[in-house]
């Protein structure tokens, strides 16, 4: 009986280690996250020169942001499919052109739009983007995939997306919500989740007074401070955040997933935990010697060589024999799990 007590007070000694070192490492950790998280300074992205081609449009947002978008045909004789473009953070929709040029040779549509606060798109007060996905980043996509499956020459089988860097992410969000999208190629995803565990580790040692703490806590641990963590940055930067691991898991598509074996912002490792996360119809690339978001430069026509080859796969029109009508499916709504809003009906003007 003894032996029992003394065993007793043992664990509730580990117990209450555990919690003290849980609680100090909160208060060390959650203000140096805050700052870290919020103000992630991010590549600029490189600047396309504009098409003087394609058809011009603007359509809007459930939140009411107007978005300036175009839709280029395929040069080919005949389309097989339509592929939306989403582009990373500090761009505009020209960003298209590198990775989506000789899609449009070999028969598929192209629509590429503005996220707000970029490009031609409206300003919105009071919010500044991220890296990180907010539910303004995913409404802009929902709106772009309404648009495009709302035109009159709309493929009635559903659309493939194509996102680099925070638009590999926004795009993926937005495919775990609504069936329409049949397909996507997603170029260095940037995880919110998995992104914050990795500065954990990576920095704490450079801001925190007792790095010893913070790094003898399980990633369990470290999750709740994250999700405090993007409390606060929401609180602060007036948005919401979408949680990517959860939509991740709720992605049914098949998907492509294209890394740089050198990218320094998004280690190949988040790469293949996400990847991992996913259903087993995910398949992951990583382009050797290629820096975040260089496969396009490192391997240009491997790349489009495979891109193609999978749009062809997963969304070209089937032949003629195999050819049966079906109606447009009907947008799943967005689980209100990992976020809070739903695809909205765009308006269109051209």
Same mark, same amino acid.
């Given at each position: 009986?003894?032996?029992?007590?003394?065993?007793?007070?043992?664990?509730?000694?580990?117990?209450?280690?555990?919690?003290?070192?849980?609680?100090?490492?909160?208060?060390?950790?959650?203000?140096?996250?805050?700052?870290? +998280?919020?103000?992630?300074?991010?590549?600029?992205?490189?600047?396309?020169?504009?098409?003087?081609?394609?058809?011009?449009?603007?359509?809007?947002?459930?939140?009411?942001?107007?978005?300036?978008?175009?839709?280029?045909?395929?040069?080919?004789?005949?389309?097989?499919?339509?592929?939306?473009?989403?582009?990373?953070?500090?761009?505009?929709?020209?960003?298209?052109?590198?990775?989506? *040029?000789?899609?449009?040779?070999?028969? +598929?549509?192209?629509?590429? +739009?503005?996220?707000?606060?970029?490009?031609?798109?409206?300003?919105?007060?009071?919010?500044?983007?991220?890296?990180?996905?907010?539910?303004?980043?995913?409404?802009?996509?929902?709106?772009?995939?309404?648009?495009?499956?709302?035109?009159?020459?709309?493929?009635?089988?559903?659309?493939?997306?194509?996102?680099?860097?925070?638009?590999?992410?926004?795009?993926?969000?937005?495919?775990?919500?609504?069936?329409?999208?049949?397909?996507?190629?997603?170029?260095?995803?940037?995880?919110?989740?998995?992104?914050?565990?990795?500065?954990?580790?990576?920095?704490?040692?450079?801001?925190?007074?007792?790095?010893?703490?913070?790094?003898?806590?399980?990633?369990?641990?470290?999750?709740?401070?994250?999700?405090?963590?993007?409390?606060?940055?929401?609180?602060?930067?007036?948005?919401?955040?979408?949680?990517?691991?959860?939509?991740?898991?709720?992605?049914?598509?098949?998907?492509?997933?294209?890394?740089?074996?050198?990218?320094?912002?998004?280690?190949? *490792?988040?790469?293949?935990?996400?990847?991992?996360?996913?259903?087993?119809?995910?398949?992951?690339?990583?382009?050797?010697?290629?820096?975040?978001?260089?496969?396009?430069?490192?391997?240009?026509?491997?790349?489009?060589?495979?891109?193609?080859?999978?749009?062809?796969?997963?969304?070209?029109?089937?032949?003629?024999?195999?050819?049966?009508?079906?109606?447009?499916?009907?947008?799943?709504?967005?689980?209100?799990? +990992?976020?809070?809003?739903?695809?909205?009906?765009?308006?269109?003007?051209?």
């Amino acid at each position: 009986m003894t032996a029992l007590i003394v065993l007793g007070w043992i664990v509730l000694g580990l117990i209450a280690l555990a919690v003290v070192g849980h609680v100090l490492a909160w208060l060390l950790y959650v203000p140096v996250a805050v700052r870290v +998280f919020g103000e992630t300074p991010w590549l600029p992205a490189q600047w396309q020169e504009p098409l003087g081609e394609g058809e011009h449009v603007n359509f809007y947002t459930q939140d009411g942001a107007r978005l300036e978008g175009t839709y280029l045909r395929t040069t080919a004789a005949a389309r097989k499919g339509v592929v939306a473009f989403c582009h990373q953070l500090n761009g505009d929709r020209w960003a298209t052109v590198p990775y989506t *040029e000789d899609l449009r040779r070999q028969g +598929f549509d192209i629509f590429t +739009f503005d996220f707000r606060n970029h490009g031609g798109s409206d300003r919105v007060a009071d919010w500044e983007p991220m890296p990180w996905v907010t539910v303004q980043d995913l409404t802009d996509v929902q709106a772009a995939i309404d648009y495009v499956c709302g035109r009159s020459d709309a493929d009635p089988r559903g659309i493939g997306l194509i996102g680099v860097s925070k638009g590999a992410t926004v795009a993926l969000c937005a495919a775990a919500s609504d069936t329409r999208v049949r397909t996507l190629v997603l170029d260095g995803p940037c995880p919110t989740e998995r992104m914050q565990l990795h500065y954990v580790r990576r920095f704490m040692q450079i801001y925190v007074a007792y790095p010893w703490l913070v790094s003898r806590l399980p990633d369990l641990s470290l999750r709740s401070t994250n999700a405090w963590t993007k409390f606060v940055v929401q609180r602060q930067r007036h948005c919401r955040f979408v949680n990517v691991d959860q939509a991740a898991r709720q992605v049914r598509q098949p998907v492509m997933m294209i890394h740089g074996q050198r990218d320094a912002h998004v280690p190949v *490792e988040v790469a293949r935990g996400l990847r991992n996360s996913m259903p087993n119809c995910t398949r992951l690339w990583v382009v050797p010697n290629a820096k975040h978001n260089g496969g396009i430069m490192v391997a240009r026509n491997t790349y489009h060589r495979r891109i193609a080859r999978f749009f062809e796969r997963h969304l070209a029109v089937p032949t003629v024999a195999e050819q049966s009508p079906q109606p447009l499916p009907s947008p799943r709504l967005l689980a209100p799990k +990992f976020a809070g809003a739903a695809g909205g009906q765009s308006a269109v003007t051209s």
